[in-house]
């Protein structure tokens, strides 16, 4: 479930300020949630899905009397960084209010309890989507990951693969049947890719569940996984979306979500997507922005690639969030830092690191680059340039040099991504 994108401007609160959800008020607080992302009702199984996986004692609910009017939670979760660590970081979700109770203070007052909440857990770091992106920029919070969204034809572009894919067998499987496989290659994947987030117990069951009225005409969810020497090294979940026309068969393949544990298994898992019968065209959603296939296709024009804000990071402690991560080149930088919505991160910041760690700490030196905590937020991951964003007039050099150093530094080989949404 994504962050609701209602406007709310400061004014007095005339409800209740926030406070912890109790587990038997879950069904009304979701209820809120749902209405304010248009009140249409989840299928049985996905709502029994959310319910186990809502932690409580980190969601947030507003009152006016016995009404519900606003609600927001944070999942405990271990983000990635450059450097492979896992760092502890705040999932928000579930965040909505009622329209009703529109520009009164609201949603203001949720993210002040809740960034507060996650310093007290001692989480450097806060991560959402955002249904409306211009809503969460005021809360400190940047654009990190982006996504790459595509529309295949398959019927006219050709797909090079490279040495070994025909070492890998694909072969249809049961997709609750192969979960715990697939599980696994996801987990070794994890490390490899700044912005991808440890599964949680319970946090697989989404990726199989299959409602019939969320198929939009498509198949029921089929999946296959890859071997190379018996051993799982990838799997596609996708579905088909059949169509017949004049002349013949115009079909769909829908993916869901793929992984490989190396080039030739991914390669082998998008030519057979690239192959199934009857169909003309491949959709594809929420890929990274340097996944392979688009280096190995004749035409990229006839995929029609289209690039998405996905995953917006915040720091909730600056000094533990550039300390966590690792640089690919030599940074001594210190950063003068606005963040008036958390001022303890507020002043002046000493950052030296490389490729083999980190330390940041507060200084009385000179500042040499000036930004807000949104601008860090958006260059966290390594996919949003430092030198971009001081072209942009977002970030200003106060020392020469200072701005090519950090922005070198922060960078990363590996685009950043989000795989699932929270």
């Known amino acids: 479930?994504?962050?609701?994108?209602?406007?709310?401007?400061?004014?007095?609160?005339?409800?209740?300020?926030?406070?912890?959800?109790?587990?038997?008020?879950?069904?009304?607080?979701?209820?809120?949630?749902?209405?304010?992302?248009?009140?249409?009702?989840?299928?049985?199984?996905?709502?029994?899905?959310?319910?186990?996986?809502?932690?409580?004692?980190?969601?947030?609910?507003?009152?006016?009397?016995?009404?519900?009017?606003?609600?927001?939670?944070?999942?405990?979760?271990?983000?990635?960084?450059?450097?492979?660590?896992?760092?502890?970081?705040?999932?928000?979700?579930?965040v909505g209010v009622a329209a009703t109770h529109r520009r009164r203070g609201v949603l203001t007052s949720m993210?002040?309890?809740?960034?507060?909440?996650?310093?007290?857990?001692?989480?450097?770091?806060?991560?959402?989507?955002?249904?409306?992106?211009?809503?969460?920029?005021?809360?400190?919070?940047?654009?990190?990951?982006?996504?790459?969204?595509?529309?295949?034809?398959?019927?006219?572009?050709?797909?090079?693969?490279?040495?070994?894919?025909?070492?890998?067998?694909?072969?249809?499987?049961?997709?609750?049947?192969?979960?715990?496989?697939?599980?696994?290659?996801?987990?070794?994947?994890?490390?490899?890719?700044?912005?991808?987030?440890?599964?949680?117990?319970?946090?697989?069951?989404?990726?199989?569940?299959?409602p019939a009225d969320g198929r939009e005409g498509a198949s029921p969810l089929q999946c296959v996984v890859a071997r190379r020497d018996g051993e799982v090294t990838g799997y596609a979940r996708f579905r088909v979306r059949p169509e017949w026309g004049p002349a013949g068969h115009n079909g769909t393949v829908v993916l869901q979500d793929l992984a490989g544990l190396d080039p030739a298994t991914e390669a082998a898992l998008w030519r057979f997507l690239f192959d199934v019968d009857l169909t003309r065209r491949l959709s594809v959603r929420a890929r990274p922005v340097d996944e392979a296939w688009q280096y190995q296709v004749s035409d990229v024009r006839r995929c029609r690639p289209q690039l998405r804000d996905a995953l917006y990071v915040r720091l909730v402690d600056v000094g533990a969030a550039l300390q966590a991560r690792t640089y690919q080149a030599p940074v001594d930088v210190v950063f003068e830092v606005e963040d008036a919505f958390c001022p303890w991160n507020e002043g002046r910041w000493r950052l030296t690191g490389d490729a083999k760690g980190a330390s940041c700490a507060r200084t009385s030196d000179a500042a040499d680059l000036a930004l807000g905590v949104?601008?860090?937020?958006?260059?966290?991951?390594?996919?949003?340039?430092?030198g971009a964003l001081g072209a942009a007039g977002r970030v200003r050099e106060l020392r020469p040099g200072a701005l090519a150093e950090a922005s070198l530094g922060f960078a990363s080989d590996v685009a950043p991504w989000l795989p699932y949404g929270f």
């Open 1 to 94: 479930m994504g962050n609701d994108g209602i406007r709310d401007i400061e004014a007095p609160v005339t409800a209740g300020g926030p406070r912890v959800l109790r587990r038997d008020e879950w069904d009304t607080w979701y209820g809120t949630l749902l209405r304010a992302f248009g009140g249409i009702p989840e299928p049985a199984e996905v709502l029994e899905v959310y319910r186990e996986l809502t932690q409580t004692d980190r969601s947030l609910g507003v009152w006016d009397g016995d009404e519900c009017v606003g609600t927001a939670g944070a999942f405990a979760f271990r983000m990635t960084v450059p450097g492979g660590a896992a760092v502890p970081a705040a999932g928000v979700t579930m």
């Open 111 to 210: 993210m002040r309890r809740q960034l507060d909440d996650v310093r007290s857990w001692g989480e450097p770091l806060a991560v959402l989507t955002a249904s409306e992106p211009e809503i969460y920029g005021r809360f400190g919070y940047g654009a990190a990951t982006f996504q790459l969204n595509a529309e295949i034809e398959t019927d006219r572009v050709r797909l090079s693969v490279p040495d070994g894919t025909d070492d890998v067998r694909v072969r249809y499987a049961v997709p609750a049947d192969v979960l715990d496989a697939c599980e696994a290659v996801f987990a070794r994947l994890v490390p490899a890719r700044p912005g991808m987030i440890e599964r949680r117990p319970g946090w697989a069951r989404l990726d199989v569940l299959d």
């Open 374 to 386: 949104r601008e860090l937020g958006a260059a966290y991951l390594g996919g949003v340039s430092l």
